[in-house]
């Protein structure tokens, strides 16, 4: 389906500038005493506003931006002038190429990017494999024994097996697996976090200092040469450039590996585990994906990646991506002024009944028939777009799909307890636990 055809022709950078048209006030009114959450109010602007919609929670308009043309525009045609501003997740991931921004943003991603394509992730693939396999002889036992098991928690470990190999070269054992734990509390909290930065980190000092001392004591060991038993990993990368370059102090070597820590593991196992909670409300995906090719075809590979876009698809890593107007300028012929917020939505972009038919329905063969997804790239965009886009895609696929490949043949899951709700944090994730027994 063509996403132009569906939102018109928008002239996005030319021509006179009109009004934004702005949600009225009483929408905002009656969402703030439902005390809903902004994802619910975003919906209403834009349904009654369209895909350029401004709404007011303070004396200034902010701008929603969903249509993908405008997209586009925002994230990967002007990055100068929509710019990201402080990150919500500085307070844990400091100065990290995640939060980071200008020169020093650009001299960060350009050291790791190298990491996460081509030759670089050949270099992780037998990590990320042997993760897989850990969890796998784990998920035997279960089914073995008819022991329960907390899906979230089970993706959790599992992610970040793949990603603390692949930084230290080392497996995860279960004390440093208790200590990282603070990762995910940290940014769980950072939502309800008081506004003053002092206090905010008085309220997770004790995860702070936690997350501290397991970053030091890896740091040191890359740059005493003491590599893990899988070689060298990522960290040996960011202790060389410190030993080249005076700005990778120790604390940024610090940030930069509590942003991979963080990114590398929290988004892929909240996709993993909405998936597996889609897959007991359509059970038949399952077999679908199966039955696509035999075990390590190239159809089996598609048909699981398949199952992991349509999950990215209606639950994106980072559901909205916030941008602040640096510079006048037009966005979809309206004009958008200079210190104006604008909030960019893949959440409500993938739910679009105009670019995705039925869209509140799980269906992977949306990403394997020909015409069954929207083609233009602000349409499909759940790491986002443009030179900000996430800097793990490939690692993220490559480990969702490695995990499907050990797990989906072999058990179904039995829930006996499911999350009531989303959580729309940093991520937007299942609001409690998901129980379940394994059967093979």
Not at 352 to 374: A, I, K, Q
Request: net charge neutral.
């Amino acid at each position: 389906m063509d996403s132009e055809a569906v939102h018109g022709s928008l002239s996005l950078d030319a021509g006179p500038g009109r009004r934004i048209p702005e949600a009225e006030p009483g929408l905002v009114e009656r969402w703030r005493s439902g005390k809903g959450e902004l994802v619910e109010l975003l919906a209403q602007v834009r349904e009654r506003c369209g895909g350029v919609a401004a709404f007011r929670l303070g004396p200034s308009p902010t701008v929603l931006v969903t249509a993908p043309s405008a997209v586009q525009h925002v994230l990967a045609r002007y990055p100068e002038r929509y710019v990201k501003r402080s990150h919500r997740a500085r307070l844990l991931v400091g100065d990290g190429v995640l939060a980071a921004t200008g020169t020093a943003w650009k001299r960060q991603r350009r050291l790791l990017q190298s990491q996460f394509t081509g030759i670089g992730m050949r270099r992780y693939e037998q990590r990320i494999t042997a993760a897989a396999r850990t969890t796998a002889e784990r998920w035997a036992g279960y089914a073995r024994t008819g022991q329960s098991l907390d899906v979230g928690r089970e993706m959790r470990r599992f992610a970040l097996d793949a990603i603390w190999r692949s930084l230290t070269g080392h497996a995860l054992d279960d004390a440093t697996e208790r200590e990282l734990d603070a990762v995910a509390a940290v940014a769980t909290a950072l939502p309800t976090l008081p506004a003053d930065v002092s206090a905010a980190r008085d309220a997770v000092a004790g995860d702070l200092a936690r997350i501290d001392a397991v970053a030091g004591h890896a740091i040191e060991a890359a740059r005493n040469g003491a590599p893990g038993p899988e070689g060298p990993g990522l960290l040996r990368v960011l202790t060389d450039a410190g030993a080249e370059h005076p700005e990778y102090t120790d604390q940024l070597i610090r940030d930069e590996l509590v942003t991979l820590l963080a990114a590398g593991h929290e988004t892929t196992a909240t996709t993993l585990t909405w998936l597996y909670l889609l897959l007991d409300r359509y059970p038949d995906a399952r077999g679908q994906a199966l039955a696509a090719g035999d075990e390590g075809s190239p159809q089996r590979r598609q048909a699981l990646q398949a199952l992991v876009h349509e999950t990215l698809r209606l639950y994106p890593s980072a559901w909205i991506l916030p941008r602040h107007a640096a510079e006048d300028g037009l966005l979809a012929g309206h004009t958008v002024e200079a210190g104006t917020d604008l909030l960019v939505c893949p959440y409500l972009t993938h739910r679009d009944p105009e670019l995705w038919p039925e869209p509140e329905r799980f269906d992977p063969r949306r990403f394997v028939t020909p015409g069954g997804r929207p083609t233009h790239p602000g349409a499909y965009f759940p790491f986002g777009i443009g030179p900000r886009a996430c800097l793990g895609v490939q690692f993220a696929l490559r480990e969702s799909t490695v995990l499907l490949e050990h797990l989906l043949p072999v058990h179904t899951l039995t829930f006996s307890e499911t999350p009531a709700k989303a959580a729309y944090g940093i991520t937007v994730r299942p609001d409690g636990p998901a129980v379940a027994t394994l059967v093979e």
